[in-house]
């Protein structure tokens, strides 16, 4: 069988969407024998350095991503106009640190700005 690697799973950090820790994540792709693993919660990077770090010791890449929330229009207006793009989710993957930099600008800006 060839080489599986998720790049996109949830943990319990994705509100009503991620089921398992981190732990559990973790130790099921190194049960599987993956390579490398990506964590991409829902609009947040709670979980990177508990990821980065348990990944590392089993031997599986940790890749920190993230599945952001991209909104169209502005965030003051509450309402959708009509023939307006709906909001949708992207998701995002860190390349390497400056990757990780720039993620943890983005996903920090949605917080703080909307």
């Known amino acids: 069988m060839k080489e599986f690697n998720h790049l996109h799973i949830h943990s319990d950090y ?4 991620g089921a398992c820790s981190i732990s559990q994540l973790v130790n099921q792709a190194h049960r599987f ?7 991409t919660d829902h609009g947040n990077l709670f ?9 590392k010791k089993r ?5 920190i991503g993230c599945e952001v929330y991209v909104a169209p229009a502005s965030r003051f207006r ?3 106009q009509k023939g307006e793009a ?3 989710h992207l998701t995002l993957l860190a390349k390497n640190k400056q990757g990780y930099c720039n993620l943890m600008e983005l996903v920090s800006c949605g917080y703080l700005e909307g």
């Open 33 to 39: 024998n993956m390579g490398a693993l990506a964590l």
């Open 14 to 17: 994705s509100l009503l969407d």
């Open 47 to 55: 979980g990177a350095i508990d990821f980065y770090t348990k990944a």
């Open 86 to 88: 709906a909001a949708y």
């Open 59 to 63: 031997g599986i890449k940790p890749i």
């Open 78 to 80: 509450k309402r959708k």
